[in-house]
């Protein structure tokens, strides 16, 4: 997984060129593309501006802001050049998303303020895909993207949409663009990057439905780990997210975290929630280490930080921790964490229950 995002952006971009292509001679200027406002000709347009665009938060590690530039066609343009354009500005994102070292975030507003290069290249890919759709549907000609460029785009930047009859039904239903069976029509929709919360030492970067499925099923979910890793916790705690995500509950704040070492880039660990806050505003967290990562206080470390961030969230009056009788090690992480013992589970007694509380409650 550590080489993905540029060629599912030159995937998208060679679908949506080679199909448009076949339409140049037709006029995109008066013609409505699909339910949008735009015609085809400015959607056309706006694909190319949307690629550069994400090419250069990345390159020039944009970190509060867009950065101030847009691009123009020149007078007299034809349809063509502007498929031109679409593949130039489309090789720059590819090439921009693999020569972006991984760890590397630049700004985008949705949700979280930040994306990675795997967000950006999926959020282009996403650009490239429905607004294919909307010009041929506008002009009247088929269009149906491979499922894996749809399954790309869902898994990283969909992590709440639960997946549905195929990729591309999915991913219409989900923007706005088409009908799912049982399901309401959507009128406002938005993609979600992943989250990230940074410590002294760590980055706990939110893990998307593609890296927690890759965990679960043996693989490294795109991360750099310290030998040893990841570890049977991690890959259990992400097969908890693939339900999750699989029947639709997932929120993508609430899910796992994978705890990244700042000095080196490597996974130590991971920890997150067992789901989101429930109706008397208590979440539970987990959290495990790889061997050589223990005794070092990141387990603590990245606890704080993420209790800290739950606490201060609407309506979340306290984050529980249940830990085993044996695991003592365990039982220090969360008392150095600030969080007390509140009650012993009912199983023989076999488990302790710790809590923290949001101040004044």
């Known amino acids: 997984m550590h080489d993905l995002g540029g060629a599912q952006v030159e995937e998208a971009v060679a679908d949506c060129v080679a199909l448009l292509r076949t339409v140049t001679d037709r006029d995109w ?3 409505r593309a699909g339910r949008l406002e735009w015609d085809c000709r400015a959607t056309a347009a706006h694909i190319a501006s949307d690629l550069i665009a994400y090419a250069g938060q990345l390159a020039g590690r944009a970190q509060d802001a867009y950065v101030p530039f847009e691009i123009s066609l020149d007078e007299g343009t034809g ?6 354009v679409i593949e ?3 090789a720059l994102l590819a090439a921009a998303v693999r020569t972006t070292p991984r760890g590397v975030r630049a700004f985008h507003p949705y949700p979280f303020r930040s994306a990675d290069r795997v967000g950006f ?3 282009g890919a996403a650009e490239v895909l429905l607004h294919t759709h909307d010009i041929a549907e506008g002009l009247g000609v088929a269009y ?3 499922a894996g460029l749809c399954t790309f785009v869902l898994t990283r930047i969909f992590p709440h949409v639960q997946p549905g009859p195929s990729p591309w039904q999915t991913l219409l ?3 706005g663009r088409g009908d799912l069976p049982g399901r309401a029509p959507v009128t406002e929709w938005r993609w979600y990057n992943s989250p990230l919360l940074r410590t002294d030492r760590l980055t706990l970067e939110g893990v998307a439905p593609a890296a927690a499925i890759d965990l679960s099923t043996g693989g490294d979910g795109g991360f ?3 030998t040893g890793g990841p570890i049977d916790g991690t890959r259990e705690g992400a097969g908890m997210m693939v339900k999750q995500y699989e029947t639709g509950v997932l929120r993508p ?6 705890l990244v070492r700042r000095e080196d880039g490597r996974a130590v660990g991971a920890m997150g929630f067992h789901g989101a806050p429930d109706e008397d505003g208590r979440v539970e967290v987990g959290y495990d280490l790889v061997e050589d990562a223990r005794g070092h206080g990141y387990a603590t470390e990245a606890l704080r930080a993420l209790s800290a961030w739950a606490l201060a969230r609407d309506g979340v009056r306290a984050v529980t921790a249940v830990v085993d009788r044996a695991n003592v090690p365990s039982q220090n992480v969360v008392a150095r964490a600030g969080f007390a013992l509140v009650a012993q589970d009912a199983a023989e007694d076999e488990q302790f229950v710790y809590e923290l509380r949001a101040s004044g409650d």
């Open 121 to 123: 290249a999926a959020m």
């Open 144 to 146: 149906e993207p491979p």
């Open 173 to 175: 239903w989900a923007t």
């Open 29 to 31: 200027e008066t013609v």
């Open 224 to 226: 750099e780990w310290l």
């Open 88 to 90: 130039t500005t489309g």
């Open 253 to 258: 704040e609430w899910g796992m975290y994978a």
């Open 79 to 84: 349809n063509a050049g502007i498929l031109d």
